[in-house]
């Protein structure tokens, strides 16, 4: 197997960088118009930005309010409004879906792609792929772009602006990169590329860990604070740029496929990706039978930023044999990366997993309120 890595064509990350994106645009040889894809939040906080720097630049915009869910046809709806007005680039600026709808429309005309994520709350922003959903919000497939965004701007003076919950929930989509890339290093299973890891995808992934747990509780409180720290800052990056490329050349594992399971519970509709996510990799932990350092270390830190490690965290207080079962079935479906763990796994293993992580979280509170921490 061939060893496979792949990244965003160029990554900027810092405060107010947004005002550095029509010179970028010029850089990449983008001239006339721009199709900008965004919602209200950030059309809001930029628009004013937009017209007079990319004025200055001699370049004209379009801007397409996003109609709120990443599907096939708002896809259809940008691509259509893309070849009217001639646009040489697509922009998406906004949350996971703005970004994923934006880059699966640039796909589809083969024009370049600048991704401008307004949180820091997954590790999609990077990346190939673009989860698609039907017009009511149903999972329906993920879409492999041809290439990676050209250009992804990281405004932090933005992210600093989103809700906190995001930036720990993006925490939490970290915190499983090293758990995951490891899994597959170990059992030789493929990327996300078709390809086995680098030892430049493994070392990000490792890196990625060492912040999360180096800088996530300063950065969370600067946030907190409305301060734009260096702790922030590496922060973003870790969510950001470090685990969008360590688990798209790392590969995923069983985390990913626990927070796909859990999703066929309705309860657990209204957490976020990365709090399932957290979940799955305390879950993913318990199977492999980690170090107990290890296990500390992780709940220590999902602890100390807010991030789940009970079911009763991520709205399953009462979760019964059955469907239990139900999450372990999807969890181990055919086409999931469960299948990346070093050893063959059973339904009845993956429940008694899931148990047992809720146990050792309640243990883990207790203790930890006891402590007074
Ligand atoms: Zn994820």
Redesign the pocket.
């Known amino acids: 197997m061939l060893n496979i890595f792949s990244a965003p064509g160029r990554y900027i990350q810092g405060a107010d960088a947004t005002a550095y994106l029509p010179k970028e645009l010029k850089r990449l040889g983008v001239d006339g118009s721009a199709l900008i894809v965004t919602s209200a939040t950030p059309r809001q906080q930029l628009e004013t930005l937009w017209h007079q720097s990319f004025q200055q630049q001699g370049l004209n915009i379009e801007i397409f309010d996003f109609g709120g869910e990443a599907s096939f046809e708002e896809t259809a709806k940008i691509s259509r409004r893309a070849q009217e007005s001639q646009v040489s680039v697509i922009i998406g600026v906004g949350g996971g879906k703005v970004l994923d709808t934006a880059r699966a429309s640039a796909d589809k005309l083969n024009l370049p792609v600048v991704c401008c994520p307004t949180t820091a709350a997954?590790?999609a922003p990077c990346s190939t792929v673009s989860v698609i959903y039907t017009p009511q919000g149903v999972f329906e497939s993920c879409l492999f772009s041809r290439r990676n965004p050209d250009l992804v701007i990281v405004d932090t003076s933005i992210i600093l602006k989103a809700p906190l919950r995001g930036l720990v929930a993006g925490m939490g989509?970290a915190l499983a990169t090293f758990f995951e890339a490891d899994a597959c290093y170990r059992a030789g299973k493929m990327n996300i590329l078709g390809g086995s890891s680098t030892l430049c995808a493994r070392m990000i992934a490792q890196l990625c860990y060492a912040t999360l747990l180096k800088d996530g509780i300063t950065a969370l409180k600067d946030a907190q604070a409305g301060v734009l720290s260096p702790s922030f800052d590496r922060i973003v990056e870790a969510n950001t740029l470090m685990s969008g490329l360590g688990?798209e050349s790392g590969g995923l594992a069983l985390a990913?496929s626990l927070h796909n399971g859990l999703t066929a519970m309705t309860e657990t509709h209204v957490f976020m990706?990365?709090e399932k996510?957290a979940f799955g990799a305390l879950v993913q932990i318990i199977l492999e039978a980690r170090d107990e350092n290890i296990l500390s270390a992780v709940l220590t830190f999902c602890c100390s930023v807010g991030l789940p490690i009970t079911l009763s965290d991520i709205g399953l207080p009462s979760l019964t044999q059955e469907q239990a079962n139900k999450i372990a079935q999807l969890t181990l479906a055919p086409h999931e990366s469960a299948h990346n763990e070093p050893f063959a796994l059973t339904a009845g293993q993956v429940t008694d997993a899931i148990y047992r992580a809720d146990a050792c979280g309640q243990a883990f509170k207790s203790s930890y309120a006891s402590a007074g921490t």
Do not use: A, C, E, I
Request: no cysteine.
């Open positions: 997954s590790d989509d688990f990913h990706h990365g996510v």
